[in-house]
């Protein structure tokens, strides 16, 4: 049986640090050792830019094609679609095709878990599958949250952000009774955190008192060495190994591989 896990990183507000986070996570988890699969389910892309493939409509397959492919009934070939990183990690790309996937899901049966027949096949090959979901709550969401065992939750540390996770939690706890009763929450994971503002503090600490959500040990901390190593198509190791974001990361990498699969 695989011990592989997938986690979908999800939050239906943007600009939080989803793709930032998957991103760096995944190549920390190789670093670790760990098989690592990456599967950027944007129609932005911004995962595969930040991989260093610029120009995703030039790409010859992508999660678009795995849609396609699953919705036809085709039968896929191991690692279809997968680019390799330097830095260590698979990766599923994504581009704006995925936009159209979204309304071809609408009309065909078992809508929500087309994805998830994708991603049981790649388990055997993989440590870590990490999906970087798309800002929305809708059908390509739903896939990732059904394909899933676990959710982390990237948020940011000010109260409008706080107060929108109540939607998602909604979403969540409808995807348990109806597709995927097993999904759990990792925890939520605060982003872009800045030290000496009280409010971000304030923030934190009322989540960590609530007893019905877990909230992660680590915080990410608000630097522009990430938008740096992103714009240089690297990781935050490569751009800047013994900064607060490296150390922050490695500090998220150590708690996460704790976490029962």
């Known amino acids: 049986m695989s011990k592989c896990k997938v986690i979908a990183m999800c939050n239906q507000k943007g600009g939080v640090g ?6 760096n996570l995944g190549i920390g988890l190789a670093r670790a050792g760990k ?34 492919a699953l919705i036809d009934g085709n039968i896929l070939e191991d690692h279809y679609a997968a680019l390799h990183n330097e830095e260590g990690v698979d990766l599923i790309p994504g581009n704006i095709l995925l936009s159209s996937v979204d309304m071809k899901l609408i009309s065909t049966m078992c809508r ?4 998830k027949r ?13 999906i970087d979901c798309l800002p929305t709550l809708g059908v390509l969401v739903q896939n990732a949250l059904t394909a899933a065992d676990s959710i982390i939750i ?21 995807v348990r009774r109806g597709l995927n009763p097993n999904l ?24 960590r008192q609530l007893h019905n959500i877990h909230v992660l040990n680590t915080v990410i901390p608000k630097t ?38």
């Open 18 to 23: 989803k793709t930032t986070v998957t991103m």
């Open 118 to 130: 994708f991603i049981d096949m790649q388990r055997n090959n993989y440590d870590f599958i990490l």
């Open 35 to 68: 098989r690592v699969l990456l599967v950027d389910s944007d129609p932005q892309g911004n995962l595969t830019t930040a991989l260093g493939w610029q120009d995703t409509d030039k790409l010859s397959e992508t999660l678009a094609d795995v849609y396609d």
């Open 154 to 174: 990237p948020t940011q540390a000010q109260y409008m952000s706080a107060v929108g996770l109540t939607q998602l939690l909604g979403t969540i706890e409808q």
């Open 184 to 207: 759990r929450i990792d925890g939520i994971l605060f982003t872009m955190v800045e030290s000496r503002v009280v409010g971000n503090q304030e923030i934190i600490t009322m989540f």
């Open 112 to 115: 929500e878990s087309h994805l």
């Open 224 to 261: 522009v060495r990430f938008q740096d190593a992103s714009k240089n198509g690297q990781s935050i190791f490569l751009e800047d190994k013994n900064g607060k974001g490296a150390h922050a990361m490695e500090a998220l990498i150590q708690e996460i591989m704790k976490i029962e699969a």
